[in-house]
C-alpha cells in the first residue's frame, strides 16, 4: 500500500487526510532542545547527519505522523553559496550581505555547493533508511525570493524592505541573485532526491509581500524554473510550493507553476481555498499554529472544520505556519486525534 502522503500528492481524495507538522522537529519538544544541547547549536545540528536523523525521527516516534521532513535550514544554500552565516539565540539568524552586481557575481557557482551542503545529503540517507515504511520523506529548499531576501538584508526583516530596495534600485543584479539560488536550489533539490527524498517541498515564506507583476516575476517565474527542472530530472517526485500569504494569487498558482500541491497559510479560509485552490489539485494546511499553544474544544473544533472543508478532494493536513516553541506537545497529539477521528 502506498504512502498516504504519496497517494493525497497523486491527486487522491481520502477518507482521512495525511498529517505532517511544519517545524515539527523543534523546540517545544524536550528531547529536541536535549539533541540541539548535544549538538551544540543549531548550525552544528543541521551539519551532524546522525544528529539531524535523530530530531527528524523525534516526532514521527512520538506522534505517528505520515511524514518526516528533513532537518535542515533554507539558509544553509546561501552559505554553501558562499555567504558567512551565523545564528543568534534569541534573535535569528545573520548573514554577510549581497547588495551589489559584484557581490552577486563574486558568490560561488551554483554546482559547487555540494561539498557544504553532503553532510545533508547523508541525513537523507539515514532517514531513507531509517523512516517507518508508512513515513514519508520530505525534502526542502527555500524559494529564491525568501533567501534573496535574508541574503540582501543580512536577517529576518517584517518588511523585506532590502529585497525590495535593491529589486527596484537595480533589477539586473537581484534578477542574477534569484537566477544563482534558483540553479543552486534545482542542484541542492536533486542531490536530496538522489539521496532518497520522496517528496521536495519549496518554502516561499515572503512571498505575500511580491505584489503585481514582481509577484509573476519573483516568486511564480523561479518556481515555474525549479519545478521544471525537477519534472525534467525527477518526472515522478512530487512537489509542494508554499507561497505563504500569496491571497488571492494561490488561485491558479499550482498550475502556473507546475507544482503537485500547493500548501496554504492559516490567513486563507478552508471554503474558500477548497473551492479555489483545491479546484486544481492537492492542498496543504491550513490550521493556525497558535492553536498549539491554547488547546482545548477550539483546537478540536477548528481542526475537524478544516477536515471537513477540505473533504471533498486531495488535502494533507498541516499549521499554516511553524509550530512555535511555546507549543505544548499535548495539543498536537489531540490536534492528530481530532483530524483522524473526524
Ligand atoms: C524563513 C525560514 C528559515 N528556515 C525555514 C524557513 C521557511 C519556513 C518558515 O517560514 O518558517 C525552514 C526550516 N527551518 C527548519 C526546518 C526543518 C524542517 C521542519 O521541521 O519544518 C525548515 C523546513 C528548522 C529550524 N530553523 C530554525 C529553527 C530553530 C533553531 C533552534 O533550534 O534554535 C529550526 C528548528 C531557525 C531559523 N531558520 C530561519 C529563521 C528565520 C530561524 C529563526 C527563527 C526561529 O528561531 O524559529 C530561516
Known amino acids: 500500500m502506498t504512502k498516504l502522503l504519496l497517494r493525497a500528492l497523486a491527486g487522491e481524495t481520502l477518507p482521512v487526510p495525511p498529517i505532517w507538522m511544519m517545524r515539527q522537529a523543534g523546540r517545544y519538544l524536550p528531547e529536541y532542545r536535549a539533541t540541539r544541547a548535544q549538538a551544540g ?20 516516534r512520538r506522534f505517528g505522523f505520515d511524514a518526516a521532513i528533513l532537518f535542515a535550514d533554507i539558509l544553509l544554500v546561501p552559505q554553501a553559496l558562499g555567504a558567512d552565516l551565523w545564528f543568534v539565540t534569541g534573535e535569528g ?39 517507518p515504511r508508512d513515513t514519508a520523506l520530505i525534502g526542502f529548499a527555500g524559494a529564491p525570493w525568501t533567501v534573496a531576501t535574508y541574503m540582501v538584508a543580512g536577517r529576518g526583516t517584517p518588511d523585506q524592505g ?71 530530472r525527477h518526472p515522478h517526485v512530487p512537489i509542494i510550493a508554499f507561497p505563504r500569504e500569496a491571497g488571492e494569487r494561490y488561485i491558479g498558482f499550482a498550475r502556473a507553476t507546475g507544482a503537485d500541491c500547493v500548501a496554504l497559510d492559516n490567513s486563507v479560509g478552508a471554503d474558500w481555498a477548497a473551492r479555489h485552490v483545491q479546484a486544481d489539485g492537492c492542498v496543504q494546511g491550513n490550521l493556525d499554529p497558535r492553536h498549539m499553544v491554547t488547546g482545548g474544544p477550539d483546537l478540536v473544533a477548528e481542526a475537524q472544520r478544516i477536515t471537513r472543508a477540505f473533504r471533498g478532494g486531495p488535502h494533507i493536513f498541516n499549521l499554516g505556519h511553524g509550530i512555535t516553541p511555546d507549543a505544548d506537545p499535548e495539543n498536537v497529539a489531540l490536534m492528530i486525534k481530532a483530524v483522524r477521528g473526524a
Not at 108 to 119: F, S
Not at 183 to 203: D, W
Open 41 to 60: 547549536d543549531f548550525l552544528s545540528l543541521c551539519y551532524n547527519p546522525d544528529l539531524a536523523a535523530e530530531v527528524t525521527l523525534q516526532p514521527i
Open 93 to 131: 539568524p545573520r548573514l554577510s550581505t549581497v547588495t551589489t552586481a559584484d557581490e552577486v557575481a563574486r558568490l560561488k557557482p551554483a554546482d559547487q555547493i555540494h561539498d557544504r551542503l553532503a553532510p545533508v545529503y547523508e541525513t537523507v540517507r539515514i532517514l531513507a533508511r531509517e523512516l
Open 162 to 232: 532590502p529585497a525590495h530596495a535593491l529589486k527596484d534600485r537595480d533589477r539586473a543584479a537581484f534578477t542574477a541573485l534569484i537566477d544563482r539560488i534558483t540553479e543552486a536550489t534545482i542542484l541542492y533539490l536533486s542531490a536530496q532526491i538522489e539521496a532518497g527524498a520522496e517528496v521536495v517541498k519549496l518554502f516561499d515564506s515572503w512571498a505575500g509581500s511580491l505584489k503585481g507583476q514582481d509577484f509573476d516575476d519573483f516568486a511564480i517565474a523561479p518556481a515555474r524554473r525549479i519545478i521544471a527542472a525537477m519534472k525534467e
